[in-house]
């Protein structure tokens, strides 16, 4: 497994922005995928972003345009560039790994940074 470390996060007002960081705890070449997910209240919790290994990146609908994944693989950092913020988006956000394993890849969450959007 691997231990994820979430920053970044906090009150914003609308159309303002805000950038996420992921440090993990091993090489990020060593992990299949970093996702960022989100969770607003009495709501499930839902992908936003994710990057793979190879650079391949894939957004939320609700966030294309907006939002973009990037990494920095000499300090094992994921990051989530936020603009354009919405009241919506106001959310609790969670970082994802999935590393290799057996029989099937494991699956690590980082402990969450608090992101609200309002005036």
């Known amino acids: 497994q691997v231990q994820l470390v979430e920053s970044g996060g906090g009150l914003v007002q609308p159309g303002g922005s805000l950038r996420l960081s992921c440090a993990a705890s091993?090489?990020?070449?060593?992990?299949?995928?970093v996702g960022w997910y989100r969770q607003a209240p009495g709501k499930q919790r839902e992908l936003v972003a994710s990057?793979?290994?190879?650079?391949?990146?894939n957004y939320a609908d609700s966030v294309k345009g907006r939002f973009t994944i990037s990494r920095d693989n000499a300090k094992n950092t994921v990051y989530l560039r936020m603009n354009s913020l919405k009241p919506e988006d106001t959310a609790v956000y969670y970082c994802?790994?999935?590393?290799?394993?057996?029989?099937?890849?494991?699956?690590?969450w980082g402990q969450g940074t608090q992101v609200t959007v309002s005036s």
């Open positions: 091993r090489s990020i070449f060593s992990i299949i995928a």
């Open positions: 994802n790994a999935e590393t290799p394993g057996f029989p099937v890849p494991q699956s690590s």
């Open positions: 990057i793979t290994s190879g650079g391949r990146t």
